[in-house]
T-cell receptor
């Protein structure tokens, strides 16, 4: 089955620890994206990548880092510098081009205490 | 002003009713438009793209008004299973990248 997978579904971490969220797609999409969603707010773009070995900051990149070493994979690291890391994190992918819709993975709920 | 604005609702409607949502956007350079559906604690899923001429998919009809910068979604013969949050999404090229801007969503509750 083609799709996007994210793991784990739920993640709990202590404050001060870095944590890496996994995102894998087998849709052969060039572009991949990371969003976070907080209650009462729309999705906000953290980072995106249009091609392997290249990525750009989104609207709220501070405290996050990414890598894109393979077309299929786009892991997100939430660092201890991120002030409010508890959120629902969504990974998406798409073909490149303006008219192409994005497809989302099931998300990871991160709770930092 | 938010880039994409939606009435958060909730819209509580009886089964079988027709319900319409509007969404306004501020970036006149926006070129692609979508409606996504998001169930509670799940990922957004594409409901339909919105074309300039308007488009229909079963009970769902989407319209675009570029002059007034709004898009709409009409749901006919509402089903209980239509209960969800509907996200208005606008796409524009920005800094060489393909950027989607999401509204905060309109919550629909279909009741017996």
């Amino acid at each position: 089955d083609g799709g996007i997978t994210q793991s784990p579904k739920y993640l709990f971490r202590k404050e001060g620890q870095n944590v890496t969220l996994s995102c894998e797609q087998n849709l052969n999409h060039d572009a991949m994206y990371w969003y976070r969603q907080d209650p009462g707010q729309g999705l906000r773009l953290i980072y995106y990548s249009q091609i392997v070995n290249d990525f750009q900051k989104g609207d709220i990149a501070e405290g996050y880092s990414v890598s894109r070493e393979k077309k299929e994979s786009f892991p997100l690291t939430v660092t201890s510098a991120q002030k409010n890391p508890t959120a629902f994190y969504l990974c998406a992918s798409s073909m490149t081009g303006l008219s192409y819709e994005q497809y989302f993975g099931p998300g990871t709920r991160l709770t930092v205490t | 002003r938010k880039e994409v604005e939606q009435d958060p609702g909730p819209f509580n409607v009886p089964e079988g009713a027709t319900v319409a949502f509007n969404c306004t956007y501020s970036n006149s350079a926006s070129q692609s438009f979508f409606w996504y559906r998001q169930d509670c604690r799940k990922e957004p899923k594409l409901l339909m793209s919105v074309y300039s001429s308007g488009n229909e998919d079963g009970r769902f009809t989407a319209q675009l008004n570029r002059a007034s910068q709004y898009i709409s979604l009409l749901i006919r013969d509402s089903k209980l299973s239509d209960s969800a949050t509907y996200l208005c999404v606008v796409n524009a090229i920005e800094g060489g990248g393909n950027k989607l801007t999401f509204g905060t969503g309109t919550q629909l509750k279909v009741e017996l």
